[in-house]
């Protein structure tokens, strides 16, 4: 899979841009601030309706040095694959709903884009998903989940709808003292969060059996050590109370294959047995805080080297390599598991945060995908050799190197 050509208009600080790449490795050079980053995370937006920098899509829309800002924004982009070309759209709007088409044609639902195009980015920031709060970590994965298997977009929005109407309910039976039969409607609210929630849990359990193997083989490549990185699924459906957000510690890497880790039944109708009767025993609790204290939005992915956790553990150097065999490990899968051949690799301002073996290592493991964007404010942080096609960007616009 490749991008022929991406056309913007008032993304980020583009007014318009009009690029054509080619298949392999593209440079985006120039100095920080000028519209590498936008450029590239545009082409991440178009395959996951996420930013790796911000939450939400109204900071995409461009605004003016007078604060105010435009109506919509328009990402377009032609994709090939196998010399087959699909043309993808999407508007963003600033006050209204967001639209896509595919081929010129208008599609029911934004999240139908999804699955034409898949990438995978390396940024910086890819540090905090093993040295910060479980919810970068249910990032990674559920990202993943959706470009394995476009339909769980749907699963996850129609969990996050259950799960705020749920805790509207239980917010106000805080307030009211609301108690006994009262609470039939949380009963009925409970049936949907499990069958939504029973479904993600079941297809990460899955995603990360599926990418367990890629980790082990991408750490060793990159780190050149014989560390054995493994990672497990930690539900609060299977813990004893409920979690803490960040609930995190030396037993709990220690605890894998006990409860709330590898002891997880994958299969459905079990997981929703599970997730009723931790309802069942959370549910006093849950009517106190006015909040629903079980499900995968409190769930985390225990990440270890041999039988410690990387976080809190791991050395900056072995942290670097595990965030970036993780995103390795997502290129092998998406290879394997996915109609759209190789997803388009982003490596924004990476080369810059690593020592130049592991620099020289990731160069060389990369350089055989099919399409990649490099970002790098100088040319001494890119590793030589790579045969690349060179932009220079500078205040929004983008032009062929001579």
Do not use: C
């Not at 105010?68 to 982009?77: D, F, G, I, W």
């Not at 995103?327 to 388009?344: C, M, Q, V, Y």
């Not at 924004?348 to 990369?366: M, P, T």
């Amino acid at each position: 899979m490749f991008i022929k050509h991406l056309s913007l208009s008032n993304f980020r600080n583009y007014r318009t841009a009009e690029v054509s790449f080619q298949p392999g490795i593209t440079l985006l050079i120039g100095p920080n601030g000028q519209g590498k980053t936008n450029l590239v995370e545009a082409i991440r937006y178009l395959s996951s309706l996420n930013s790796h920098r911000v939450a939400g899509y109204q900071a995409l829309i461009r605004r003016h040095a007078d604060g105010t800002q435009e109506s919509s924004a328009l990402v377009r982009a032609l994709a090939s694959h196998q010399d087959r070309d699909v043309m993808l759209e999407l508007e963003l709007n600033a006050s209204s709903q967001n639209k896509a088409r595919i081929n010129k044609s208008d599609v029911p639902r934004v999240r139908d884009i999804l699955g034409y195009v898949n990438s995978v980015t390396f940024s910086p920031e890819d540090l905090d998903i093993v040295r910060r709060d479980p919810s970068e970590r249910r990032q990674f994965i559920d990202e993943l989940v959706v470009q394995v298997w476009p339909r769980f977009a749907g699963v996850y929005a129609d969990y996050e709808r259950v799960l705020k109407q749920r805790n509207s309910l239980l917010k106000s039976a805080r307030a009211t003292g609301t108690t006994g039969a009262s609470l039939s409607t949380l009963d009925a609210w409970d049936a949907s969060l499990v069958k939504y929630g029973a479904e993600i849990i079941a297809a990460r359990l899955d995603l990360v059996k599926r990418l367990q193997p890629h980790v082990f083989s991408a750490y060793q490549a990159i780190a050149l050590a014989n560390n054995e990185p493994k990672i497990a699924v930690k539900s609060s459906i299977l813990a004893a109370g409920f979690m803490d957000e960040d609930d995190f510690g030396v037993e709990a890497a220690n605890a894998a294959g006990n409860a709330g880790f590898a002891e997880l039944p994958s299969d459905r109708a079990e997981l929703e047995e599970l997730f009723h009767v931790k309802l069942a025993d959370v549910r006093a609790k849950e009517l106190e805080r006015g909040l629903t204290l079980v499900g995968p939005q409190r769930d985390d992915l225990v990440l270890t080297l041999g039988t410690l956790p990387v976080k809190g553990f791991a050395s900056h150097g072995e942290s670097i390599s595990y965030a970036l065999a993780l995103r390795l490990a997502s290129i092998e899968l998406l290879r394997a598991e996915t109609r759209s051949g190789d997803p388009i690799l982003i490596l924004d301002d990476v080369f810059a945060e690593l020592d130049e073996g592991r620099r020289d290592r990731l160069a060389q493991l990369i350089s055989g995908n099919e399409q990649v964007f490099i970002t790098a404010a100088d040319m001494a942080d890119v590793p030589a050799g790579l045969k690349m096609t060179q932009f220079d960007v500078l205040a929004g616009v983008v032009q062929a190197h001579d």
